[in-house]
């Protein structure tokens, strides 16, 4: 009974330990492009870095593989193992695939020269740094264009979207224009005709003075004559006198 117990404890305790020192490897992340475009014959850069938290080791490997477009066939091009980067001797691939990464900094990247139309595709780069194989694959697409680069659907949207937009604002700033043009106008023919009612109430009060100064200047004008005709009586009156003495 008694050894019973301490074989229970015994394999407590060591199960604890084993819990303790050791930790379940978490999965391991690896980045590559998304969409690369190159013109042809020119050269490119399939840039594949990972994120691992395991030392790297010689037992860390990484690869390389081809998908064309249209196409479920699937291309080893390029492998690497036991610290040794292996390139695929034949293929389409041969002699163009040159191995510019490092392990060490995490780096797991490929140089293709040359590249031709049948280079368009899908590139995949795998990592696994044992004991850290959890973790999915990153993929990059290639496009090889001869002169000009192909526009893609987001491209054409936002070029559609753009003119769309262009077109609103021009019929919206021309709408703003029109209607200013129309209010100036409008307030320019308000003070033109209210100085044209000034001057006409002007004219006619011009008239008025002038209509007005005639019976005056016909009043003045009996008073010179009445004055006249009594001299010209009293004159009469002084030498009817004299002629009597």
């Known amino acids: 009974m008694f050894r019973e117990q301490k074989l229970n404890i015994l394999l407590c305790c060591s199960l604890l330990y084993a819990l303790s ?10 980045t590559t492009h998304h969409n ?6 020119s050269d490119v850069t399939l840039y594949c870095g990972f994120w691992s938290s395991e030392y790297v080791s010689d037992l860390t490997t990484l690869s390389w593989r081809f998908r064309p477009d249209n196409s479920r066939d699937i291309i080893s091009i390029f492998h690497y193992g036991n610290g040794i980067p292996y390139i695929e001797k034949w293929g389409q691939f041969r002699g163009r695939v040159e191995w510019v990464g490092d392990i060490s900094k995490h780096d797991g990247s ?22 850290d194989v959890v973790g999915t694959s990153s993929d990059v697409h290639l496009t090889v264009y001869d002169r000009i680069p192909p526009v893609g659907a987001g491209v054409v949207s936002g070029a ?27 307030r320019s023919e308000t003070i033109f005709f209210k ?3 000034a001057a006409e109430r002007g004219k006619a009060s011009g008239k008025a003075g002038t209509v007005s100064k005639g019976p005056v200047l ?3 004008l009996d008073q010179s004559k009445s004055g006249k005709g009594a001299s010209e009586k009293k004159s009469k009156l002084s030498d009817s006198k004299r002629d009597k003495k």
């Open 21 to 30: 020192v050791l930790r379940p490897s978490e999965g391991i992340s690896v």
């Open 195 to 197: 100085g044209a009612s």
């Open 110 to 131: 490929i140089v293709i020269r040359n590249l031709d139309y049948i280079d368009n595709g899908t590139f995949t780069c795998d990592v696994k740094n044992p004991p």
């Open 218 to 220: 016909y009043a003045t």
């Open 36 to 41: 690369i475009h190159k013109r042809l014959g």
């Open 160 to 186: 559609i979207i753009g003119t769309f937009l262009g077109i609103i604002l021009l019929i919206v700033g021309g709408l703003y224009l029109f209607r200013y043009i129309a209010r100036r106008r409008a």
